[in-house]
Each structure stands twice: as structure tokens, then as C-alpha cells.
Nanobody, 116 residues
Framework: QVQLVQSGGGSVQPGGSLRLACAASVSIVGIYTMGWYAQFPGKQRELVAGITSAGSAHYVDFVKGRFTVSRDNAKNTVYLQMNSLKPEDTAVYYC??????????WGQGTQVIVSS
């Protein structure tokens, strides 16, 4: 059983920054893919940032230049750095790790609220 524990969410003003963390209970050295998903109010969960099995990072257009995904293997943790936050970024964010094809684990989700 793998657990993913998320932290780092909260409320910030427009233009502010947050760093979301997703700590795994097992080694992440050999993971296949990683992804960060957002569930915006009233909408389905969607992928906003991730790293492919080839190691390349990809981002949806509306977060490009503002969000960055990274990892710290020593801490078994993946991160989503969120800069220049906008009210439209308000959502529940989830991490997902794929340890091998078709074997996925989800974090519990964390709320990000961007408002004045």
C-alpha cells in the first residue's frame, strides 16, 4: 500500500506563491510518471502539470511560465511550485504518481484559494 500525503495549500493574494508537496511512503526513484491535477469549482479534475516517462515536463497553457514541477528523491517528495497566482487558479490540487504502467496512486488533495 502506497500513501501520498499532500501539504502546502492555503489562501494567498493574487500574485502570490505557494509550493505544494506530495510525500510518498515509498521510494519515488523508479516512478513511471508524475502529475498534478486541478479540480476547479464545478468542473472535472484535469491535468495541469506533469513529467512523462521520458523525463520531460509538460504544462497546460494557462500555467506555463508560472508553475513548475520538481522532485526530491531523498525526501520521496514531488512538488508543484506555483507563482504569480491568479484567482482563476483557485481549485483543489491533487498529485498522482504512476509507479508502473496502469498503477496509480493519488494524494488526498489540497485547497488553493487565490483572492484579495
Amino acid at each position: 500500500q502506497v500513501q501520498l500525503v499532500q501539504s502546502g495549500g492555503g489562501s494567498v493574494q493574487p500574485g502570490g506563491s505557494l509550493r505544494l508537496a506530495c510525500a510518498a511512503s515509498v521510494s519515488i526513484v523508479g516512478i513511471y510518471t508524475m502529475g498534478w491535477y486541478a479540480q476547479f469549482p464545478g468542473k472535472q479534475r484535469e491535468l495541469v502539470a506533469g513529467i512523462t516517462s521520458a523525463g520531460s515536463a509538460h504544462y497546460v497553457d494557462f500555467v506555463k511560465g508560472r508553475f513548475t514541477v520538481s522532485r526530491d528523491n531523498a525526501k520521496n517528495t514531488v512538488y508543484l511550485q506555483m507563482n504569480s497566482l491568479k484567482p482563476e487558479d483557485t481549485a483543489v490540487y491533487y498529485c498522482n504518481l504512476e509507479f508502473r504502467p496502469r498503477v496509480h496512486y493519488w494524494g488526498q488533495g489540497t485547497q488553493v484559494i487565490v483572492s484579495s
